[in-house]
């Protein structure tokens, strides 16, 4: 038997695909993933770090790609200094997007 999502061979026993979570039985219904916050809002990603999801939350905001945005960090950091002390403090005073709530939609008068 083999996973419809991700093509992963599973015994036919399994439940859930090993690979990405796909339930296999026919009644269980698909566990949604968190909502992520938009891409304007930054905030630590926690999903996609490698220390504390400074520079993956960096990433997201700016649209851009984690590995860039990680050796743009690392480089100005290398280079000033300034890029380890502010690397800290957004490691502290961002928040995290495992808390992350989305607002209710705002109702709409005519």
């Not at 930054?42 to 590995?67: P, Q, T």
Request: aromatic content about 10%.
């Amino acid at each position: 038997m083999y996973c419809t999502e991700c093509g992963e061979q599973l015994r036919e026993t399994d439940k859930y695909c090993s690979q990405c979570g796909n339930p296999m039985a026919g009644g269980v219904r698909r566990l949604q993933a968190p909502p992520m916050p938009e891409r304007g809002m930054l905030m630590l990603d926690k999903g996609h770090k490698k220390v504390s999801g400074v520079c993956a939350g960096f990433a997201r905001y700016f649209g851009m790609d984690v590995s860039l945005m990680r050796l743009v960090w690392l480089a100005v950091s290398i280079c000033t200094g300034v890029g380890f002390v502010v690397y800290l403090v957004a490691a502290v005073v961002l928040p995290s997007d495992r808390d992350y709530v989305p607002a209710p939609p705002v109702p709409q008068r005519y």
